[in-house]
């Protein structure tokens, strides 16, 4: 028989207290699936009353925007407005940072970093090549460090 009067460890009532959060998340969102599909043969009734001879199957489903997909120009926006504010050239890991926490998305996901990291990567080097408003210089190891390129300015 084991010992239930210690204290557990933070990590376990840190995890136990995640799984709770996660646990209700999941019955909300099964409660909210089960009010899209009253939702939807509402509307497919409602439809078949003005239109009887209709094929629903051909209609299909309306495309769901792929996961993390960011408003046009949002991430440009960010990348641009950090190096006009920052004094020091910043590395493609820290922008992908700071987009990531401006956009509300995990971090700790090792996978989404990556994803991201090559979607900033292909940003800034878009409005390198293309549009010559940021420069990237080399960093420690193999980071790339990144400002905006000087304007110059007409007298």
């Known amino acids: 028989m084991s010992d239930d009067t210690r204290p557990l460890p933070h990590v376990v009532t840190a995890l136990i ?25 509402n509307v497919e009734s409602t439809l078949r009353l003005f239109a009887p001879e209709i094929d629903l199957e051909a209609i299909g489903a309306r495309k769901v925007p792929p996961a993390h997909h960011a408003f046009r120009g949002e991430v440009s926006r960010i990348i641009l407005e950090a190096l006009r504010k920052t004094t020091v050239p910043l590395s493609t890991t820290a922008l992908t940072e700071l987009v990531m926490k401006e956009r509300g998305l995990d ?48 007298h």
């Open 17 to 41: 207290e995640k799984r709770r959060e996660l646990a209700g998340k999941i019955e909300g969102l099964q409660g909210q699936l089960k009010q899209a599909v009253v939702d939807l043969d």
């Open 107 to 154: 971090q700790n996901d090792a996978a989404l970093r990556r994803t991201m990291g090559r979607r900033i990567g292909a940003c800034l080097n878009h409005w390198r090549r293309v549009r010559h408003v940021v420069k990237s210089m080399p960093g420690p190891g193999q980071v790339l460090l990144w400002e905006i390129v000087e304007q110059p300015t007409s």
